[in-house]
């Protein structure tokens, strides 16, 4: 008989960010576990193509999608209200939407350090708060935060992008003291480099290349694929007993000097 600690049938996935990149292949492979899924992104014309690509493979009644932004508390309330009245109980929100910004500190004004926190940091609080509210009332639910192994590393360059993961790492386990008890499980993945539209600018850039192959014990770039199996585990049954950590997906970088 085949195992059902990873099946997710029957269960409603949120996947913030999922038009394309990281959470696209999360969205993915939590289909193909069973899960119904509500795919998310701002851009409508993106969002509509990728909601017509999963319903060709997995059923039109499985695949939904919801364009808003997760940075706009209001936006993000109405949303949530609307998914859980029109579409059904969301058993497992991944928050994944992110956006990087590269500039000096020095040079960095305001309004980029508070898009990117409010971005990548801030909508992780806002989407699960508004899910946890419903997720609490049934006595269970899994959020998935994605972070990065900026939690642990920092690089010149991307300031508001390392305090934000750190943010996120911090917030999973707030999240934990205050919701591990009434039955969620929320724990983050922290992806190494990734190559999606976010590094592809890295992947060009030889040097850098050269130094992400040397540094990654695993000697390649991650592919988003690489994160669907994880997400799934800490979707399912299979993860009920772990709570607040950070797992990380970085072909052994953050082991290594
Ligand atoms: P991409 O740029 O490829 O995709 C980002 C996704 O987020 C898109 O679907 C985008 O859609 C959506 N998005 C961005 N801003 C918002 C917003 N305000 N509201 C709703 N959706 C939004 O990025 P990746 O797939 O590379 O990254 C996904 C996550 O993984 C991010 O949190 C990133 O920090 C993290 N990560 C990535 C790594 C990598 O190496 N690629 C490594 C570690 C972590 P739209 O533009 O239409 O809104």
Redesign the pocket.
């Known amino acids: 008989m085949a195992s059902t600690l990873f099946d997710l049938t029957g269960r409603i996935a949120l996947i913030?960010?999922?038009?394309?990149?990281?959470?696209?292949v999360i969205a993915q492979a939590l289909a193909e576990a069973g899960a119904t899924i509500v795919l998310?992104?701002?851009?409508e014309e993106?969002?509509a193509a990728t909601h017509a690509d999963f319903s060709a493979e997995f059923g039109a009644e499985r695949v939904y999608a919801r364009a808003?932004?997760?940075?706009d508390a209001t936006a993000v309330a109405t949303a949530i209200a609307e998914i859980e009245a029109s579409i059904g109980a969301i058993g497992v929100l991944v928050n994944?939407?992110?956006?990087?910004h590269r500039e000096p500190m020095l040079d960095l004004d305001v309004e980029d350090w508070n898009r990117v926190i409010s971005?990548?940091l801030t909508?992780a609080f806002l989407v699960g708060r508004e899910v946890a509210r419903h997720m609490l009332a049934r006595g269970e639910g899994k959020i998935i935060n994605?972070?990065?192994?900026q939690t642990e590393l920092a690089r010149p360059t991307i300031g508001p992008?390392t305090v934000s993961?750190g943010g996120i790492r911090n917030l999973t386990r707030a999240m934990t003291a205050e919701w591990a008890n009434g039955g969620l499980q929320i724990n983050a993945i922290a992806?190494?480099?990734?190559h999606?539209?976010?590094?592809q600018a890295l992947v060009d850039d030889d040097t850098f290349n050269s130094w992400i192959l040397g540094r990654t014990p695993a000697g390649r770039w991650?592919t988003?694929a690489d994160l669907g199996g994880p997400a799934v585990w800490l979707a399912s049954s299979g993860s009920d007993y772990v709570n607040g950590q950070v797992i990380f997906i970085d072909g052994g970088m953050t082991v290594v000097v």
């Open positions: 913030t960010g999922s038009s394309r990149g990281i959470g696209r998310n992104g701002r851009d993106r969002l808003f932004d997760v940075a994944n939407a992110g956006i990087q971005t990548n909508s994605i972070a990065s192994v992008y993961k992806p190494g480099y990734i999606t539209e976010m590094t991650g988003p």
